[in-house]
């Protein structure tokens, strides 16, 4: 009898203190508190006991009883509060969810690639407002009020003298109006045109704007300098091509033309980019000495560079949210 008592004594705690779920919970009490557990068993022993050893195991017993009762009790408690499902009830062999992890946009994957490339050479990155003032947008630019320039920008205007950006050169001017050369810099953003939503336009898009001003800046070096990112973009064996053109902050101007060849189709020349020397009157705008300093400019339309890149050829798949078109990148 003593030795059941003190092998129930030495086993029941170490053996419920190791328990973590209900069946292991349930084939404990069999063992120890069920109708045939240990316990009852010292019950039923108890019963043939010599009448004067009674007294003593009586107690004994009860106090045992009660004691392991409570401790499996609370025991109990514990593992229906961690958790109402037993591991049978689940099924191990279903197989998993899949989740669908999110992903960078393709015009944001392609805008990090403008900024580090002009990080590694040194410029710097800087934003600006998207609602300007008619200022900004033209006037300091060299677009005097009812000059014919103006009509290459569709503008929306929100108020008389407010409107959404066209292009993101008003950057340039508060850069330069806050800061003294020399100022190498890029500046990102939104632009906002009010044209006719088609393939090829789209009533907003990004560009990356970039500036150099120093004393000694000259148009070889921009030529360089978009030569690298063109190569950079698309190839060294790129074919691109520098055209004169008009802007009125720059003087002379150019756009950059890369080659688009379709498989299959013909191909064609597409723009980029426009640039230029920025217009000496530009610099008088912004207290900059025209006579001491110089500078080069250039605005590239980001959906334009990733359009040639990947060859879409609908400048809304941008913007639709299509997930078919967005997971391919
Ligand atoms: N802002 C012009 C546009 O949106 C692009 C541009 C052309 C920017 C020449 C420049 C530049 O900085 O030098 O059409």
New binding site residues.
Partial sequence: MQNKIDDIQNHFEKELNLIENSDQLEEFRVKYLGRNGSISELFEEFKSLPKEEKPKYGKTLNVLKNKYQSLFDSKKEEISAKSTVSKSDIDFTLPGRERKLGRTHILTQTMFEIKAFFKNLGFSIHEGPELESDYYNFEALNFPADHPARDM?DTYFVADDFLMR??T?PV?IRLMKNSKPPIRAIMPGKVYRNEAISAKSYCLFH?V?GLFVDTDVTFAELKGTLVAFAKHFYGKDVKYRFRASY?P??EP?AEVDVWWQPKGKEGKWLEIL???MVDPNVLENVGIDSEKYVGY???MGVERIALLRYGINDIRLFFDNDNRFLTQF
Avoid: I, L, P, Y
């Fill in positions: 920008q066209t292009h050169s340039q560009q704007e802007f902050f720059t101007s426009g640039c230029g400019a250039f605005g």
